[in-house]
């Protein structure tokens, strides 16, 4: 189903990619891919597309709830996905705290949950503070089309001009991890790059 949902961005949404050749000159250092989050294909594209396009492990942080999911546990698990409270307040075992140090790629949506209208929403500062823990910048990706071709309250996707563009990578300071209102600001400015490339 991953590999399907990249072949549906290619093919039937036209799928562009912007921004790609800066983002790929941090795939060395590594770093958080923090993007907005519209439809049900948002992970499984940019999970498939870092795995057969760029050839590098993105290891997404999921909601606990997704795991009780009858469609969507096996995906996740089968994804390597770190399990995380359902309010994104926190990582729930060690282990899954270890694999995020550990990995060179980390995806999150800073919004938490789908966007009901197709504009970005609230979002929290699990970016921006594992950034700041992680030493690691943080690339603003903004995914254009797929609300309209995939919204929650759709049950099957449809055609749409898709496209995914990658900003201005963001450091965060280090303080950021013991400074919650610097996180959310700093939050604030990764909601504005993912916004700035929306169409």
């Not at 009780?68 to 075992?93: F, K, M, N, Q, Y």
């Amino acid at each position: 189903m991953m590999r399907a949902s990249l072949a549906w961005f290619f093919g039937p949404c036209r799928g562009r990619i912007e921004g790609e050749d800066a983002m790929l000159r941090l795939l060395p250092k590594g770093f958080i891919l923090a993007a907005n989050h519209a439809s049900y294909l948002d992970w499984m594209v940019l999970h498939a597309l870092f795995h057969h396009r760029y050839r590098a492990s993105l290891v997404f942080v999921a909601k606990n709830a997704l795991y009780r999911h009858r469609l969507w546990a096996p995906l996740i698990t089968e994804s390597r996905s770190v399990r995380v409270a359902d309010d994104g307040a926190s990582i729930l075992d060690r282990a899954g705290f270890r694999e995020l140090r550990r990995a060179p790629l980390i995806g999150i949506f800073p919004e938490g949950t789908r966007s009901h209208d197709g504009r970005p929403g609230p979002a929290h500062s699990g970016a921006a503070s594992m950034a700041a823990r992680f030493g690691k910048p943080v690339v603003p990706a903004s995914l254009s089309g797929f609300f309209r071709t995939w919204p929650r309250h759709r049950v099957f996707p449809r055609p749409a001009s898709c496209a995914i563009t990658f900003g201005q990578a963001l450091e965060i300071p280090r303080e950021c991890r013991h400074d919650q209102a610097l996180a959310a600001e700093h939050t604030l400015e990764i909601m504005r790059r993912i916004a700035a490339n929306i169409e």
